[in-house]
């Protein structure tokens, strides 16, 4: 493996990192685990998405069109999880938010 790819697989690995916040109310609250884990998975797509996108080797003009996707499942996340407990809810904003960050990050390199 070459310093190149093994770049792109940390980075990858990384931006998934940010998606673990968003699944730790759904381990640890049995009793709000059905209304987390639709808004869970949506970060968690964004996620995928984003890192499929730094690890598929796509070009950077393609960033808007991951992008087009990748956004609105974080922020439906939001839209999703706002009825839920506070303690519960933070931790899937907190991922949303991360994960909106990495799209602008790809956006911006573009």
Do not use: Q
């Amino acid at each position: 493996m070459n310093e190149d790819s093994r770049f792109y697989l940390e980075l990858g690995a990384v931006v998934l990192a940010f998606g673990i916040p968003a699944w730790i109310p759904v381990i640890l609250r049995a009793d709000l685990r059905s209304r987390i884990w639709k808004p869970a998975c949506f970060v968690t797509l964004s996620l995928l998405e984003a890192a499929w996108f730094l690890n598929g080797r796509f070009p950077l003009y393609y960033s808007l069109r991951f992008a087009a996707v990748g956004t609105p499942l974080s922020i439906f996340a939001i839209v999703l999880i706002r009825r839920t407990a506070v303690s519960a809810r933070i931790w899937v904003v907190i991922s949303s938010a991360l994960s909106l960050l990495v799209w602008w990050l790809i956006i911006t390199a573009h």
